[in-house]
């Protein structure tokens, strides 16, 4: 069953700007991962955030996890035209590894 | 180099007809997993293995099957009895162990069934 819901589903911005996604779920997890998919090719892993951690940061990425909410937000920070893509949040259920992907965020970066 | 190949990148096929795909790892990976893919949506887990000979079906099996009789291979059989099978397919693999490790992604297939 999906788990995890993105929020807003699309989105475009300029070059330069942020861009914050959100994503919600449903019952406990282990952890929640985020993934970024181009047009027509495979996901790359960009962030994997445990149920204990509030936020973890990479590069120009920030995520934080709100476990009494449910949810997490993705956080891109001076955007780029290579952005574009769509990301995915997959939450880890059961512990072992089987992971539960929201319908993804389409960002789309105008140069 | 290191990685996770799918083959081919295009498939056409008639309807009532199976069709495998492949999926290869070097990674030394333990687990892999099938996902499907449909315009506009998330991932769905067909089937997935974390050990060799050993297979566990995911949340849409009906209609898939695959084998797990090495460790760098998963090949995955979409037969006629998957009602729509038309879609984009993406294998990917794992490390598995007491913590959960990132999922690496194969370029997937495209399977257009007519």
């Known amino acids: 069953s999906q788990q995890g819901e993105e929020d807003p589903q699309a989105l475009s911005i300029q070059e330069g700007e942020n861009a914050t996604m959100n994503c919600s779920y449903k019952?406990?997890?282990?952890?929640l991962q985020w993934y970024r998919q181009n047009s027509g090719r495979g996901l790359v892993h960009l962030i994997l955030i445990r149920s204990n951690e509030r936020e973890k940061h990479s590069g120009r990425l920030r995520v934080t996890l709100d476990t009494s909410k449910k949810s997490s937000s993705l956080l891109i920070t001076a955007s780029r035209a290579a952005d574009t893509a769509s990301y995915f949040c997959a939450t880890d259920v059961y512990g072992n590894n089987r992971l539960a992907f929201g319908k993804g965020n389409q960002v789309v970066v105008i140069p | 180099d290191g990685g996770i190949t799918q083959s081919p990148k295009y498939l056409f096929r008639k309807e009532g007809q199976n069709v495998t795909l492949s999926c290869e790892q070097n990674?030394?990976?333990?687990?892999m997993y099938w996902y499907r893919q449909d315009p506009g949506q998330g991932l769905r887990l067909i089937y997935y293995?974390?050990?060799?000979?050993?297979?566990q079906k995911g949340d849409i099996a009906e209609g898939y099957s695959v084998s797990r009789e090495k460790k760098e291979s998963f090949p995955l059989t979409v037969t006629s009895a998957q009602k729509n099978p038309t879609a984009f397919y993406l294998c990917?693999?794992?490390?598995?162990?007491?913590?959960?490790?990132?999922?690496?992604f194969g370029p997937g297939t495209r399977l257009t069934v007519t």
């Open positions: 019952t406990s997890i282990n952890n």
């Open positions: 990674l030394n990976h333990d687990a």
């Open positions: 990917a693999s794992s490390m598995m162990g007491q913590k959960s490790y990132e999922q690496y």
């Open positions: 293995s974390q050990i060799v000979n050993d297979f």
